[in-house]
């Protein structure tokens, strides 16, 4: 009695019809927090599911098992651990750049690779204004060159002076200020900007799902950021061991569960 039987053409037709009946049982003066959805594999429905509930004003709780350090917010907030631990190595720091968050573009990034890789910057080069041609080595210099040249050092300065901030605001640091620091950084790299638009880019590619990912994991890495803060407190703690607290967290498994509140 009161099973009703649908069969959809997708987890997003699927998703829909749950949540329209959600609604329509609270019409019916039955109460949220008496319905409970169960999924055979809630990861198949993370994306879809949560959508249609919010966009139905339907409060929620969903989680599941899924790794975030991989995603672009976290790896730009590690990668900048990495960066400043192993000395701004070339790698890292290309890394970092490729986040799709970082604020720079495709072609701003690949204009710095470029530089670094002709003319083997590595560390300490880095942090020190490029001088050397633009287009190699025996080349003669033009006013063109000069600009590229000008326009890569303002380039270089706007990655490496957010994480020479970063690196000495996480030397010494207690758990709190570390924590302040990472906020920071993300700030400095224009979070507050770069992660709407990389969202928005995703939804117009009619990636829904991963643009509510995106949105779901900034604010888990905030929620983590906040706890660590409470936790460690005013406590030093070691640049090292709080980038690795930080990794763990992020890349820990959640049980599935999905509650309607």
């Given amino acids: ?9 997708d987890v997003f037709e699927e998703a829909e019809y749950v949540a329209a009946s959600i609604r ?15 999924c055979r594999d809630p ?3 993370y994306g879809s599911l949560d959508v249609a509930l919010k966009k139905r ?5 969903l989680s599941q098992p899924v790794r975030v350090d991989a995603e672009p917010v976290t790896r730009l907030a590690l990668g900048a651990f990495e960066a400043v631990q192993g000395g701004f190595g070339t790698d890292e720091l ?11 573009t495709a072609e701003e990034a690949s204009q710095l690779e470029n530089y670094a890789f002709l003319w083997r910057i590595k560390g300490a080069g880095w942090r020190e204004p490029w001088v050397r041609h633009p287009k190699g080595f025996g080349r003669e210099w ?15 300065e706007r990655l490496i002076s957010p994480l020479e901030r970063f690196a000495a605001a996480t030397r010494d640091a207690s758990g709190q200020e570390a924590s302040q620091a990472v906020y920071q950084l993300l700030m400095d790299f224009g979070l507050e900007e770069t992660l709407p638009a990389c969202c928005l880019r995703l939804e117009q590619a009619g990636e829904e799902a991963a643009a ?3 949105r779901r994991v900034w604010d888990l890495l905030m929620e983590t950021l906040d706890q660590m803060y409470s936790i460690l407190g005013d406590r030093k703690t070691s640049r090292e061991r709080y980038y690795r607290l930080l990794r763990e967290v992020l890349a820990g498994e959640k049980p599935a569960k999905l509650d309607i509140q």
């Fill in 24 to 38: 329509r049982l609270a019409a019916g003066g039955m109460r949220y927090r008496d319905i409970t959805i169960l």
């Fill in 94 to 104: 290309l890394e970092l750049l490729k986040t799709g968050v970082s604020g720079f």
């Fill in 57 to 61: 004003d339907i409060p929620c709780f």
């Fill in 43 to 45: 990861r198949q429905y």
């Fill in 142 to 156: 033009t006013p063109e060159d000069q600009e590229e040249l000008a326009e890569l050092n303002r380039l270089r």
């Fill in 212 to 214: 509510a990912r995106q």
């Fill in 1 to 9: 009695q009161g099973v009703e039987v649908f069969q959809a053409r």
